[in-house]
C-alpha cells in the first residue's frame, strides 16, 4: 500500500521543517510526500529545497486558497490513499502511517480516521483534545465531523465524487465529508488514538468571526447535501469545546 501525503503551505516558514521532518520520520515504507506552496514569499520554498530529494512531489505557484492548493495535491497523488498534513501540523509519532495502514489493510474500508490535539508553539503542551469518536453521519447536522488533519480517504473516492469545492472559505472539508459520508454513504473506521498535533491559528480556529463563518457554510455545506440543519443546531457543539479548552488549562 502506498499513502500520499499531502502538505500545503504558504509563508510557512516557521513550521514547514517540522512538518517535513515528521513525514520523513515516520517508520512506515510506503510513502508519496506531495508538497503545494502557493508562491511563498518568506523563507518556505529555500526550506522545501533543503528536502527536495526526500519529498515525491513539489510545486510552488499562485493559488486561489487553501482548498485549491489540496485539490493540486489531489492531481498529483499516486497512492492508494490520500491524507493532508498542513504546514502547521505534525504526526503524533513515527508510526501514524503504519497504523493508518493496518487499519486500511485489516478492513475493507474506504475511509478511516482518528483524534487530533490542538498545540501552540510547543508541541508537547496541549490545549485541546478533538475526539472523532464523536463523528457519526447523522451528527454532521450538528456540525460533528472527523478530525479533517487525522483523516485518510481511499484515491478512487476523489476519481469517483471529487475533491474540495473552492468556493467554500472554511468549510469546504466538511462538505468534502458530507458529500462522502452522507450522501454516498463510504464505509470507514475509527481508529481510537490521536494521529496528529496540530498547531492552533488555522484558518478554522481564529476566533469568533471565523467561527461564524465556519458554521455558516456547515450549514450551507448540509443542505447541498440533503441534510437539514440550521445555525442554532450547529452551535451547541460550541459548549463542548469551550468545556474541552478549559479542562486542559487547568
Not at 517535513?20 to 512506515?28: A, E, K, T, Y
Not at 483534545?129 to 457519526?136: D, I
Not at 458554521?215 to 445555525?231: D, F, Y
Request: aromatic letters at 10%; glycine letters at 8%; one cysteine or more.
Amino acid at each position: 500500500m502506498k499513502i500520499s501525503v499531502v502538505t500545503v503551505c504558504f509563508n510557512a516558514e516557521k513550521t514547514i521543517e517540522d512538518t517535513i521532518r515528521s513525514v520523513l520520520n515516520q517508520d512506515f515504507g510506503g510513502i508519496e510526500h506531495i508538497v503545494i506552496d502557493g508562491a511563498s514569499t518568506d523563507g518556505t520554498k529555500a526550506v522545501i529545497n533543503k528536502y527536495e530529494s526526500c519529498i515525491a512531489s513539489s510545486l510552488s505557484e499562485p493559488d486561489e486558497g487553501i482548498y485549491d492548493a489540496m485539490n493540486k495535491g489531489i492531481r498529483l497523488a499516486t497512492g492508494d490513499v490520500i491524507g493532508f498534513l498542513n504546514a502547521d501540523d505534525i504526526f503524533a509519532d513515527s508510526g501514524v502511517l503504519s497504523r493508518v495502514a493496518s487499519a486500511f489493510q485489516e478492513s475493507p474500508v474506504q475511509a478511516c480516521y482518528g483524534d487530533v490535539v490542538f498545540v501552540r508553539d510547543d508541541p508537547d503542551k496541549i490545549v485541546r483534545h478533538y475526539r472523532s469518536s464523536r463523528f457519526t453521519p447523522e451528527r454532521l447536522a450538528y456540525g460533528w465531523m472527523p478530525a479533517h488533519p487525522a483523516l485518510y480517504l481511499k484515491r478512487e473516492l476523489f476519481q469517483l465524487y471529487g475533491g474540495f469545492k473552492t468556493d467554500y472559505r472554511i468549510a469546504a472539508d466538511y462538505e468534502l465529508v458530507a458529500r462522502l459520508f452522507w450522501l454516498h454513504r463510504i464505509s470507514y473506521r475509527y481508529l481510537p488514538e490521536v494521529l496528529v498535533k496540530m498547531r492552533i491559528g488555522g484558518v478554522s480556529t481564529r476566533g469568533i468571526k471565523s467561527n461564524y463563518i465556519l458554521s455558516k457554510e456547515i450549514v450551507r455545506a448540509c443542505g447541498e447535501n440533503g441534510i437539514r440543519t440550521n445555525l442554532l443546531k450547529v452551535a451547541l457543539k460550541y459548549p463542548l469545546k469551550l468545556a474541552e479548552l478549559f479542562r486542559h488549562s487547568l
